[in-house]
């Protein structure tokens, strides 16, 4: 069985239109797959932060200097981890932006 490794890259961006647009037209113009895309806004920051599901590969660093370079992205995070541990961690995030 070929099991691929995911990663999550967490993203704080400001929030208005055209941000997720910019971020997906990135990878999809590098030909790198988003596995899943989560985006959760900040309270009262006019900010969100973008969890990004991605396998990892050879590419990821490089992926990760672009999205820094993009006008909209204040913080690009790659969470360490793999599998089930992500998304659980995913799930907890999620909740914790939430409130």
């Not at 900040?42 to 599901?53: A, E, P, T, V």
């Not at 200097?65 to 969470?79: A, G, N, P, T, W």
């Amino acid at each position: 069985m070929n099991k691929h490794i995911n990663r999550i890259i967490e993203l704080k961006v400001n929030n208005h239109a055209g941000v997720m647009s910019h971020i997906t037209g990135l990878f999809s113009r590098r030909n790198f797959n988003l596995e899943g895309i989560l985006c959760v806004p900040l309270k009262n920051s006019g900010q969100s932060r973008i969890y990004l599901i991605v396998r990892h590969d050879a590419n990821i660093e490089q992926i990760i200097k672009q999205l820094q370079k993009l006008y909209d992205v204040r913080k690009v995070f790659l969470l360490t981890g793999s599998g089930d541990s992500l998304m659980l961690k995913m799930a907890r995030l999620f909740k914790a932006d939430k409130n």
